[in-house]
């Protein structure tokens, strides 16, 4: 039987640089790169909902929404290739629904937390990568798209969701990087702490 692979997931603010990090890893590795909300059929029709400003909704159906997304993700997607040795670097998590919908939304923490358990069964991350970024960095970064629900959100909320990923992060399987670094300096920095995964 073929050991467990590693589960690596990147998490941070959007345009903290944890997509290009995730994918860059992902091939060093020769890891499965995945994504969420979406990366499946069923999950890319629930991401074109959920991401459309048009709608409105709820923070609680948005986190409803991603956590149907996920619970086919890892059974699906995830699950089946750690089982088979294959080792996966996932661009969001679990934590993004936390960080999103818990502390940017005010969705109740603990029912979150029950129904992440739900969602995900016993898969967890080996360890989690947040590229943390001030969110006035974001402004600088990139111009806020209005059609898309977070991106649309004001900078108190992105606030909120920065501090809910700090406050995440004090779990010992976390490795926090200062995102506004330059890209090869935070390349070079997930680097070392990634050496001694049991890839």
């Known amino acids: 039987m073929a050991s467990r692979g590693v589960f690596l ?6 345009v903290s640089g944890k997509s290009t990090q995730a994918k860059r890893v992902a091939a060093i590795h020769d890891a499965l790169f995945t994504f969420e909300p979406g990366d499946t059929p069923l999950g890319a029709q629930l991401r074109r909902w959920v991401l459309d400003a048009a709608t409105p909704m709820a923070p ?23 089982a088979n040795g294959g080792s996966v670097v996932t661009d969001r998590f679990f934590a993004s629904t936390l960080a999103y919908q818990g502390y940017g939304g005010g969705v109740d923490l603990g029912l979150l ?11 967890r991350p080996t360890l989690t990568v947040l590229l943390d970024l001030p969110v006035e960095a974001v402004n600088e ?7 898309d629900r977070f991106e649309a959100q004001d ?11 700090l406050e995440l ?8 990087i ?13 680097d070392e702490r990634l050496a001694d995964l049991p890839w």
């Open 9 to 14: 997931a990147f998490e941070g603010i959007d």
């Open 60 to 82: 609680s159906t948005e986190a409803l929404m991603m956590l149907t997304d996920r619970s086919h993700h890892v059974r699906t997607l995830i699950e089946p290739t750690l």
């Open 113 to 123: 937390r029950a129904a992440s358990e739900l969602a995900m069964g016993t898969t």
């Open 141 to 147: 970064r990139r111009a806020r798209d209005a059609r």
């Open 155 to 165: 900078l108190a909320y992105h606030q909120r969701v920065r501090d809910g990923y």
């Open 169 to 176: 992060a004090k779990d010992s399987t976390w490795f926090v």
């Open 178 to 190: 200062d995102a506004s670094a330059s890209e090869d300096e935070v390349a070079s920095a997930i």
